[in-house]
């Protein structure tokens, strides 16, 4: 099942192509630094020690998926069907401390680590989050980037717009179980 990163990252590489998706892939990358550099801090060992706060962030995050999936899903009336995805790299950078998959991602890695230290954590964690997370999420731009002839006709569209956003709220509803 796609996360919500890949699910906008599609829409926006359909929409805008694989230059239009580079800011977003920038927003995406640099708030998964920020939420990793503060797990290894210390914010996941709180999660890990307290299930409830892990709880409490993952049923958080997974309505505001919930709410995000059903705005894509729902008709809107007329011919354009505006974005409810977040857009643009500060628009997916603030997206990332609501994206529940984002903080246990951080979270496991971080607690699985040796004791090191914050920094020998970041220095080694950092450039493979960049390297992996990169190349992850430019599949999902070129897999949006081949939908984006498609995405000119309406009723395709919505058609594409119902099945993303029907996947975003399966994955948030997976956090849930």
Do not use: K
């Not at 070129?142 to 956003?165: C, E, K, N, Q, Y």
């Amino acid at each position: 099942m796609p996360g919500p990163n890949n699910i906008v990252m599609v829409r926006t590489g359909s929409l805008g192509g694989i230059r239009a998706a580079l800011s977003a892939m920038t927003g995406v990358v640099l708030g998964g630094i920020v939420v990793l550099m503060l797990t290894a801090a210390g914010l996941g060992v709180l999660l890990v020690r307290w299930p409830s706060l892990r709880t409490f962030i993952a049923m958080g995050g997974a309505t505001y998926l919930v709410w995000l999936g059903w705005r894509l899903m729902r008709p809107r009336g007329g011919i354009e069907r505006n974005a409810t995805l977040p857009a643009g790299a500060a628009g997916l950078f603030a997206f990332q401390f609501l994206n529940p998959n984002s903080w246990v991602m951080m979270a496991t890695v971080t607690s699985h680590l040796p004791e090191e230290g914050i920094g020998i954590t970041i220095v080694r964690l950092v450039p493979l989050f960049v390297g992996v997370s990169l190349v992850c999420l430019l599949l999902w731009v070129v897999a949006g980037r081949a939908l984006m002839s498609r995405m000119a006709r309406p009723s395709t569209r919505a058609w594409i717009d119902r099945v993303l956003g029907a996947s975003l709220m399966a994955s948030a509803l997976l956090l849930f179980i």
